[in-house]
């Protein structure tokens, strides 16, 4: 009876997270144990940076460049009825300004610690020497998940 308790709690565990990090441009903070599922610094679910303070640039960025993000599912969490989707966007990290999207691609099951390389084009019409945020979500539609998991990296824009 113990032992099927335990059971329980654990699926109960693992239905509700699912969980995201950034390698590249390496997200703010910590990045520990993402070789591993359930990592504590992949389950960030504050918008629109998940709560972590801006830090200093990682990296500067010229608009009209392409550059390649790199991000992780740490935790599958896709439902098959609804599937959800990731998303990379750009913008300044307060609340009420735009943020744009740069590409999204659907969740399409993989699993666990799948990393997703992708091209985007730094956007013309940013703001040069501005700090923006290099943000990726993980859109679960998923009704027993958070709904959105975030990671920001913060960038300077370059002429
Ligand atoms: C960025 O990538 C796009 C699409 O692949 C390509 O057309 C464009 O020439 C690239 N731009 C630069 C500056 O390399
Ligand atoms: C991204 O761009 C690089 C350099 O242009 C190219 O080698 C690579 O195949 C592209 N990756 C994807 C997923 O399009």
Redesign the pocket.
């Known amino acids: 009876m113990k032992c099927l308790a335990v059971v329980i709690i654990a699926i109960v565990l693992e239905v509700c997270n699912a969980h995201l990090c950034m390698l590249s441009p390496p997200q703010r903070g910590s990045m520990v144990g993402i070789n591993k599922a359930g990592a504590t610094d992949c389950i960030l679910t504050t918008a629109r940076c998940g709560g972590r303070p801006a830090e200093k640039p990682i990296m500067g960025l010229k608009m009209g460049s392409?550059f390649?993000v790199t991000f992780q599912k740490n935790l599958d969490h896709y439902d098959k009825a609804t599937p959800g989707a990731f998303h990379v966007a750009i913008g300044q990290e307060r609340q009420g300004t735009q943020m744009t999207n740069l590409v999204s691609i659907p969740d399409a099951g993989e699993p666990s610690l799948t990393l997703y390389?992708?091209?985007v084009t730094i956007p013309t019409g940013l703001v040069s020497r501005q700090l923006y945020v290099l943000q990726t979500a993980y859109v679960t539609n998923n009704k027993d998940a958070p709904a959105v998991f975030y990671q920001c990296a913060d960038i300077i824009i370059e002429g």
């Open positions: 392409n390649t390389s992708v091209n």
